[in-house]
């Protein structure tokens, strides 16, 4: 793409042909929703996925983040391309993955790919935030950690509280799109 505008608006119409659908759904929060963001297609397309990194990566490159990573499964997908692309940008960002529950097994461990993450200042990408628990659940185990909290990113921001959790818990918060802009598209 040849700029963020472009990028934006490609990723939109991405977005809105794999990952938007209308249809009674139970969210992760519990919550209950007449739409659904299932971001794992527009993960997984080539086009999308470079997209995601091109435009989560302008926005932690704002940050003084050294590290990105993210609560499993949503994070996942979106942080090798990221940790790629940082590369080529000249600013490597080595990548990393917090279990909902540490292994039974083998090194037991909570954080996955880094050995250590403390004194480090971390990027937290989601795929989807309602109200922000998921991705405060890793936000809680760096703090634990040790780690620095520079960014929490998501793909998508439905609108239901995350944005204000994350205010109050004085963490940075952004997002690229939001609900209401496939709402009302």
């Known amino acids: 793409m040849t700029n963020a505008t472009d990028a934006r608006a490609r990723l939109f119409e991405i ?12 969210l992760a929060s519990g919550k209950e929703s007449d739409h659904y963001f299932d971001m794992k297609p527009t993960m997984f ?3 999308g996925a470079d997209l995601l990194a091109e435009l989560i990566y302008a926005e932690i490159a704002e ?28 600013r490597p960002l ?3 993955f917090v279990r909902k529950t540490v292994k039974d097994h083998g090194t037991k461990k909570l954080v996955e790919g880094l050995s250590d993450v403390k004194g480090r200042r971390v990027a937290i990408v989601e795929d989807v935030t309602t109200t922000g628990g998921s991705a405060m659940k890793a936000v809680e185990a760096l703090k634990a950690a040790g ?6 990113i998501s ?16 963490i940075p918060f952004a997002s690229l799109f939001k609900a209401s802009e496939f709402l009302s598209a």
């Open 15 to 26: 977005v809105k042909t794999k990952s938007f659908v209308r249809g009674h759904v139970v």
């Open 45 to 47: 397309d080539p086009e």
């Open 63 to 90: 940050t003084d983040a050294d590290i990105v990573g993210g609560l499993e499964m949503g994070a996942v997908p979106l942080i090798t391309p990221i940790s790629i692309l940082s590369r080529h940008a000249g």
């Open 94 to 96: 080595p990548g990393f």
């Open 147 to 152: 780690a620095t909290i520079a960014l929490v």
């Open 155 to 170: 793909i998508l921001d439905r609108e239901e509280g995350a944005e204000k959790l994350y205010a109050e818990a004085g």
